[in-house]
């Protein structure tokens, strides 16, 4: 394929090799060593607002399970969107809590604020929220900071592929105090192997941490947690990763500006409105009709490998047994099907683009007859 989906970029060992000098130093290889502690001090930097710390592990799944057994859900509800990937409600199903599934709004394919409101009338026993940023688009997301606040209940943001632009105003966090949790999968931009980011108001660090040591209090006894540590390995991945990856965006950020020229001209296909500082993990355009297998053929016949996010939703993917409470998801049951997202690389050339813009021409030629 001339154009596949993935071209996972994670630095060579020879990169970030020397960085374990200090770990074999120190003898110290997982349990928040000298690499773990020196990376959360620069991501934190990076990318938080001050007031704001953040703790690495092992997966995004393990930093929303550490921040919902920090936030204590057990035996109540939490509400997330239909329109999520499985780890959004196998984490709340692991902190031993009932997920209740809620609509999306049609434009931006995030949280619909009403449902949720609906939502917590319908339920008075929840005990958090999960907003999901989908494709790692970076929007506001003040509608949910102000239902968190008028109901006092913990706001939790699912950013898994968000993670990666440095620009100043590109800031996780608020004075509202959400937790926001990363992904540092090989498939995301700030790609280490298996790894994650929770971020949190300082004072909700400790209990995180906690969580993902077990939930070891100091005198060995525990309440709900689990081995959600990140090793010195990884860590020395992401400290170079940190040099390299502004430079990745900026190339990335193209790629994505490509796209959005290029699909501008059909007015059948819906691009990401409002982006924001997202480092363009993929491209996601909405289509005016399912995204079926033939579809995806006649993009792969073209070289270029297509994907559907986040299909199906979790309304209908869920087959375990585990209670589960729905809201009316009338807008996530007619957009999760249309969704096909275009690869965007880190080595993005101007070449590149006249041969990829030959082949999705000719592509969409079939797909829309036109
Ligand atoms: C919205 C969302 N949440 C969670 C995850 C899982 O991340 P991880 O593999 O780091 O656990 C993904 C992965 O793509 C995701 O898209």
Partial sequence: MLFPYLKPEIPKPEQWVHHLQVSYQARYFSN?????????????KNYLVEGYAGVLCSSNTSGLLAALNAIDVYGKKVILPDFTFAA????????????????????????????????????????????VRPFGLVRDISATRELSVKYQIPLIVDAAAGLGRTDSDATFGSDTGEIEVFSMHATKVFAIGEGGFVAAPEPMVGPIKRALNFGFDRDRTYGDGFNGKIDEFRCAIGLTTLDLIDDWIDVRTRHADFYETFFSRFNTLTRPVEPGNTPWAQYPVLFDRDVDNSMIGVFADKGIEIK???????????????????????????????????????????????????????????????
């Fill in 308 to 370: 559907k996010y986040y299909w199906p939703g979790v309304k209908r993917a869920y087959t375990g047994r585990r209670p589960i409470d729905a809201m009316p998801i009338p807008v996530s049951e007619s957009l999760q099907n249309r969704f096909a997202c275009f690869p965007v690389y880190s080595d993005f050339t101007p070449e590149l683009g006249s041969m990829l813009k030959q082949r999705l021409e000719g592509a969409l030629e079939v797909v829309l007859g036109s």
């Fill in 88 to 131: 959004t409600p196998q984490a709340i199903f692991a902190a031993g809590a009932t997920p209740v599934i809620c609509d999306i709004d049609e434009r931006v394919w995030e949280l619909d604020p009403e449902s949720v409101e609906k939502a917590l009338h319908a339920h008075t026993d929840v005990a958090a929220i999960i907003h």
């Fill in 32 to 44: 928040f060593g000298p690499l773990a502690q020196k990376l959360e001090e620069d991501v934190s």
